[in-house]
Each structure stands twice: as C-alpha cells, then as structure tokens.
C-alpha cells in the first residue's frame, strides 16, 4: 500500500518554524501536487517525507509504518530531483540498474526491470548511451526509470521539469501522467508552476507560508478558491480583482462604478469586500462598463487585452477578434455567475 498520512507536521530551524501544522491524507495509487510559491516549505515536506529531512512534530506514514524514525533507503520511495544527477561514466542501462545492483536484486529481475522501465519510457534506443549524448528530456527519462526500476510504494518528485525548455516541459507533462495511469504508483509532485499542477494533478495541496491554504481537485481550486491568496496563483493570466463594497444587489467599485451580482452574499450589505473576476469570464458588451485599453496582445487563439477599470489594471481573455488599440475606449461585463466574492480584512471567500 502507497497510502501517505501527514499528521499535523511541523518543521524549524532553530527559532524559525516553516512548516505549521500541516496535514494531508493522500490516497493510494492518488498523484498529488504540492504548489506555492518559492519559500513555502513544498519541497520540505516532501525531504520530510522522503527522509531528507527531520521531523520536529508530527506524523508521517507510509502506507500502515510510521516512518519519522525510518532512513530513506527503508521508507519504499523513490526520488526524481530537479537536478538530473545521472552518473556520467555509466550508460544509460547501467544508471538504471544502479539502485538495484546495489540492493542485490539479482541479475534477470534486474535486466527484466530495466527493459520494463525502457519500454514505458522510450528510452530502448538509448540503452547503451551515455547521459552526454542524451537531450534533457532523455534524461529526464531515465531519472525517471531509475526511480521505476525501484518498484516503489510511493514516487517523489522536486521540481523535476524546472529545467527542461517550455516545449519539453510541456511534453514530459504529459508522459509522467501516462506512467503514473499506466504505473497507479502514489506521486507526491512538488512545483511552483501552477500550470504543472492544473494538468497534472488528482488533487492539489497550495501552500503559502509554510501552511495549507486548500487542498482539492484542479477545477475545485479554479472554480472555488477559498481566498486571495489561492485566486490569484491559481490561473493564468491571474485573476482580476476590484476593491469596493456590497451595496444591495450590486459591488460598487471605489471610484463609483457599479457591477450588477447575479449572486450577491447574504447579509453582506455595506461590506468591504474584493470582486474577482476571471480573464476569460469577461464579455464585450456595448452596454457594459466603459474601460480604457493599455495593450492589445493577439496569440492566434484569443486576444489578451489589459485595461484600465476603477483605477485596477484587468487583463480579457477573449476568444474572438477584438479590432481595438492602445488609447480607445471597450465595454465589456462579467459573464453572469463568473463572479468571486472575498472579504478585505480576512481575505476568505464569501459564499452566496
């Protein structure tokens, strides 16, 4: 069994707590994604799990083992670093049959590993190469089959893409949720990329700071973050967000301008409160909300248009051709039920 419990983890460095509390119950066969930003503590909890690093407080398992006191080489995970750290002077079979010479694990087991590894990886051609003849997705790869190699109960990875150009990012993406379909090994993924972890993940686990700021399914997050800080990193372009209060039916921006809520909060008449909007939520309307357009950017696919509304720039995302320039005037208006209440003070979202 794979199955990962965090139990109110904390970690410090002397005076200096970095990880508060956390908790996380991760499911076997289940890929899970640490997101946040850099100095969150992700890749921490993942050297706490992994062994790399000690526990101060708090429970780690693997599967039914409490492992705080366990060494890596005892806790059945295998790691892929962010850092390809291939040995130079072995061919590509041999660094994948490293880990397992050393275990022992005799000699057909470990030919029949490695060819199995090679196949769901591509790599059967490059078998007798060396890793300087190899591009940085290969690789990649093989960091990745020498982890499989392992049959481990859970795979931890640190940022394994960060160093890979933005086509290959995009395509190794795609291959490790094939091996993790075709593998069910439990994943424990750490990135600063939201966009990784929108594509990748069953769930995803944000950080800020050293705590959970909420944990779900990709969408759950896009379409229900619980506060400010989870609205805008995930997303991209990020969301819009005005400051203003609740007045009745409509936000009331501060300089004046007034947006009609399909939903307005209950009981929050008069509240100080944060209007998000979404990029592509928003509609061009003739009579919507006049704004002045700053840039216009065509990517082939929609037009991204930054603007200026109640003294905020907001970014569009429209899929249609907009004929329209630095300097000139748009209408445009939510798309009715797209919006997202948070209160100021605390930051949380407001159900309605």
């Known amino acids: 069994m ?20 956390v908790s996380v119950d991760i499911a076997d066969g289940e890929f899970v994604i640490l997101v946040g930003p850099s100095g969150c503590g992700k890749s921490t909890l993942l050297r706490m799990i992994a062994g790399l690093e000690e526990i101060t407080s708090g429970e780690i398992s693997i599967g039914d083992r ?5 060494a890596p080489k005892d806790r059945d995970i295998a790691m892929v670093f962010q850092s390809y750290a291939l040995y130079p002077h072995m061919t590509v079979e041999e660094n994948m049959a490293f880990s397992l010479r050393l275990g022992k694990v005799g000699k057909d087991e470990t030919q029949k590993r490695v060819a199995n590894a090679a196949a769901i990886l591509g790599l059967e051609p490059y078998l007798k190469r060396y890793p300087r003849h190899l591009s940085g997705g290969q690789r990649q790869r093989v960091a990745m089959g020498r982890a499989i190699v392992r049959n481990p109960a859970v795979f931890l990875f640190d940022e394994p893409l960060s160093n890979l150009d933005a086509k290959l990012r995009v395509q190794m993406r795609s291959e490790i ?56 990193f995930i997303g991209s372009p990020a969301m819009n967000m005005l400051d203003g209060t609740i007045d009745g039916a409509d936000f009331v921006a501060v300089d004046g301008t007034r947006i009609k809520l399909s939903r307005p909060p209950q009981g929050a008449d008069k509240r100080r409160v944060k209007l998000g909007v979404r990029p592509e939520h928003l509609r061009l309307d003739p009579e919507g909300i006049p704004v002045d357009i700053l840039t216009v950017e065509p990517t082939g696919s929609e037009t991204q248009i930054t603007a200026r509304l109640a003294g905020h720039e907001i970014i569009g995302a429209f899929r249609e051709r907009v004929s329209t320039k630095p300097g000139e005037k748009l209408a445009i208006r939510p798309e009715p039920g797209t919006e997202h209440l948070f209160d100021t003070e605390s930051g949380q979202r407001l159900e309605v």
């Open 2 to 21: 794979g199955a990962v419990r965090i139990d109110d983890v904390s970690k410090s460095y002397g005076n200096v707590e970095v990880l508060h509390g």
């Open 66 to 70: 409490v492992v705080n006191d366990l």
């Open 177 to 232: 949720k094939l091996n993790h379909q075709r593998l069910k090994t439990t994943t424990v993924y750490v990135t600063h990329d939201q966009i990784e972890a929108m594509t990748m993940a069953d769930r995803i686990v944000v950080m800020h700071d050293g705590v959970i700021e909420q944990i779900g399914s990709p969408l759950d997050l896009y379409d229900r973050p619980a506060n400010l800080f989870v609205a805008g």
